[in-house]
């Protein structure tokens, strides 16, 4: 498997902590999957995103971008950080300007771009994240699900090849998050990377193509979500649940189940199930 991002024994210490955030972290990001870092807070998948774009430096281990050791010159971070893009949980901790058009455009500005690129960048990300009625709306009166689209705009103007996103279905009703999934959707359909960080296990057996669990700074399991979901003594030992719609095909009857895949979302379940004869 090609990945994009790897990390080496990776350990980090916050000072003052008690215990290592980060604790011989060996984690791969495959290249052009969708990638569900799942764990319970605390298990280091915040600590993990910002080494990933070069914001922490370890304390021992490396992070490896396409391969290579970063060396946190800061030409290569500048370089790395619009080839990685992370979107934090909290949008009030990525806006920094006035306006969507504004924050948007700040980012490439740093990058350095010519301002007809700038503009023309950011009017294209506004209308892909449905932003065009809000482009000059003050940020303090856009809804949570409308900041957190303008923070994901303002990565992807950078056309990065690698996105990360630290829970980024916090707090949002089921429309908001809805939408912002299609988003990402339509983002990995161009070719990006796309790797969320999220303690909803329903999420992760929906939307990854690959899954990492992530326990006191170690990770314990990867694979597909096949794969990983079925372990479910060992999910519920670490306190996480298993998906509810793979808990309830295990649970109809053999006959239904045979010869099919489980599920991955409700449609495909209800297809399951009303191609079977009722008797």
């Known amino acids: 498997m090609n990945d994009i991002l790897e990390t080496k024994q990776l350990r980090h210490h916050y000072p003052g902590a008690d215990h290592p955030a980060l604790d011989g972290l060996d984690l791969k990001l495959p290249r052009g999957k969708k990638t569900a870092i799942c764990g319970h807070n605390g298990s280091g998948k915040s600590t993990f995103f910002l080494h990933a774009i070069g914001l922490l430096r370890p304390t021992a281990g490396e992070v490896c971008w396409q391969g290579a050791p970063l060396t946190y010159r800061a030409h290569e971070l500048k370089q790395l950080r619009q080839q990685v893009g992370l979107v ?71 056309e990065p090849e690698l996105l990360l996103l630290d829970e980024p279905t916090a707090y949002l009703d089921r429309l908001s998050e809805r939408q912002l999934l299609a988003e990402l959707d339509r983002v990995h359909g161009s070719g990006v990377t796309v790797a969320m960080a999220t303690h909803d296990m329903n999420l992760a057996y929906a939307w990854a193509d690959w899954v990492v669990v992530l326990d006191q700074g170690r990770c314990l399991l990867a694979g597909t979500p096949q794969d990983v979901f079925v372990q479910t003594d060992r999910l519920l030992a670490l306190g996480l649940e298993p998906p509810l719609l793979l808990d309830v095909w295990h649970s109809l009857p053999p006959l239904i189940r045979e010869g099919n895949q489980p599920p991955r979302d409700a449609e495909e379940l209800k297809r399951l199930l009303a191609a079977w004869p009722i008797s």
Request: glycine content about 8%; aromatic content about 4%; cysteine-free.
């Open 88 to 158: 934090f949980q909290d949008p009030e901790h990525q806006i920094i300007l006035h306006t969507p058009y504004e924050d948007i455009g700040y980012g490439l500005r740093n990058a350095g771009l010519p301002e007809p690129e700038i503009r023309e960048r950011t009017l294209r990300m506004l209308a892909s994240l449905g932003l065009e009625q809000l482009t000059d709306r003050p940020v303090h009166q856009l809804s949570l699900g409308q900041k957190k689209r303008v923070s994901l705009a303002g990565v992807l103007a950078l």
